[in-house]
């Protein structure tokens, strides 16, 4: 959104340049239009170079204004967006405010753009405190953070929810679908900032060699989590001897192994089919419909809080932030709840990374 063509004609962050657009927008002194602070991080950096230190900084910069704003909006770049959403959406625990992350596909630099409008929309969404949960707006769409995917590289319809509708579209007003929204939380704020990124995905490739995974699982001394993204509802080849083995291995070394479908709608059923029940039988869990986005940092936040690999496996199961369709729940009828985790003047804030 805030980033200029350099000598090379490549886009690149703009030290100062977004903040002193925001506040040349003539929206801005409207009446209508929230009271805001725009905070600038001093080392703006690509998207695609953030991580969890970065996610860490938002949340925390989040929880020390959290008392003074209504509701907050956190402006990056599109390529980790959904990550970033999945992952502030677990550490925010009893979130009852709305965070907001968008950006734009061609920025204010260019004539042509989407960022003003992603923009203004995202402001106004977070100061109405209607969405109590970390939401990504993009394109006239307000979606859950941990549902969203990047599903266009160069269309100005670049962010989708498959697995869930969204919470809200624009049109010529604001039609939400309240009963799709996290429900208030009963306790107060709590920021969990330890993450514990030591976790693989691997997608699974039609005959291709199992044995550089087999290798890596047996000599990992560190590693406490595997995706692995397998074909269908959750299928894999078990009559190939070492993927399963890698399962094996990595299951008796006390890793996690989780299974998402490589389809872009529906989740891992692993009693569908023979294939999925043999590697359910080895140990891998099922991701349900959760996104690589959702269920990597999920794991990550779950595994910087436990050691126990017993509870993390418990937890991957349970819809925390509505990241999750739970099994025989109808869960487009019903508002999410929030759940915590428990070991056996109208204002927003604009973030800008």
């Known amino acids: ?81 959904a990550y970033a959403a999945s992952a502030l959406s677990f550490m925010l625990e009893n979130l009852s405010k709305t965070v907001v992350f968008t950006g734009s596909q061609i920025p204010f630099a260019q004539v042509y753009n989407d960022a003003r409008r992603n923009l203004l929309v995202s402001m106004i969404v977070a100061a109405t405190c209607e969405f109590p949960e970390v939401c990504l707006c993009f394109n006239d769409k307000i979606m859950r953070g941990n549902r969203a995917v990047k599903v266009n590289s160069t269309g100005l319809d ?32 709590q920021v969990k900032k330890q993450l514990d990124s030591k976790i693989l995905v691997i997608k699974l490739v039609p005959g291709f060699s199992d044995d550089s995974l087999l290798t890596l699982v047996t000599h ?25 083995e890698a399962v094996q291995k990595a299951r008796s070394k006390g890793i996690i192994v989780v299974a998402l479908t490589q389809c872009v709608r529906g989740g891992v059923s692993q009693d569908t089919y023979t294939m999925g029940r043999e590697f359910s039988n080895a140990g891998v869990i099922s991701g349900g419909d959760m996104t690589t986005e959702a269920c990597t940092t999920k794991l990550a936040y779950l595994c910087g809080l436990f050691t126990n690999e017993e509870e993390i496996i418990r937890y991957m199961g349970i819809n925390l ?6 099994e025989g729940k109808g869960h487009l009828n019903s508002a999410s709840t929030q759940h915590s985790i428990v070991p056996i003047s109208p204002s927003a804030s604009v973030d800008t990374a």
């Open 1 to 81: 959104m805030g980033m200029k063509p350099d000598l090379y004609g490549s886009l690149a962050p703009s030290p100062g340049y977004l903040t002193r657009k925001i506040n040349e927008l003539p929206e801005i002194g409207r009446d209508d239009m929230p009271k805001f602070v725009v905070k600038e991080y001093e080392n703006l950096i690509d998207s695609s170079c953030m991580g969890p230190e970065h996610w860490v900084q938002i949340a925390t910069d989040i929880e020390e204004s959290y008392d003074d704003f209504n509701g907050f909006v956190v402006i990056m770049g599109t390529d980790t967006m």
């Open 220 to 244: 990992t001394t560190s590693l406490r989590a595997l995706v692995l993204e397998m074909y269908g509802t959750g299928n894999g080849p078990s009559n190939r001897g070492p993927l399963l």
């Open 321 to 326: 932030r509505g990241e999750l369709s739970v």
């Open 158 to 189: 670049a962010f989708d929810t498959p697995n869930y509708p969204p919470l809200a579209m624009l049109a010529c007003s604001i039609t939400s679908r309240k009963e799709l929204v996290m429900t208030q939380p009963t306790g107060e704020l």
